[in-house]
Nanobody, 125 residues
Framework: QVQLVESGGGLVQAGGSLRLSCAASGRAFSTYNMGWFRQAPGKEREFVAAIIWSGGLTYYTDSVKGRFTISRDNAKNTVYLQMNNLKPEDSAVYLC??????????????????WGQGTQVTVSS
């Protein structure tokens, strides 16, 4: 099991930026695919972005393409989500997730084995 701890959320005005971080425990981080999801009150968990174990491929949901960037630093066991030009509809709890077995679709929440507790992002208009 991997422990994941997110940080970097907060309150920001529309058009602003935030950088989320997710620190992972253990020595095998560099073998995991990683994803970011978000969940707003009363809504289902939504895929935001994912990055494969090597950092060589990334995936984004259409609504964040061109605004969000996922990256990772395997030496620091950390994955990041840079969020620019934030909109009120981006407000949600953002969760980091680890796919240890690398056998499923990275846009599906049930592919992931371990989840962080989440960090709140609130974008005011």
């Amino acid at each position: 099991q991997v422990q994941l701890v997110e940080s970097g959320g907060g309150l920001v005005q529309a058009g602003g930026s935030l950088r989320l971080s997710c620190a992972a425990s253990g020595r095998a981080f560099s073998t995991y695919n990683m994803g970011w999801f978000r969940q707003a009150p009363g809504k289902e968990r939504e895929f935001v972005a994912a990055i494969i174990w090597s950092g060589g491929l990334t995936y984004y949901t259409d609504s964040v393409k061109g605004r969000f960037t996922i990256s990772r630093d395997n030496a620091k066991n950390t994955v990041y989500l840079q969020m620019n030009n934030l909109k009120p509809e981006d407000s949600a709890v953002y969760l980091c997730a680890a796919d240890r077995f690398r056998v499923g679709s990275l846009i599906r929440w049930d592919t992931y084995n371990d989840w962080g507790q989440g960090t709140q992002v609130t974008v005011s208009s």
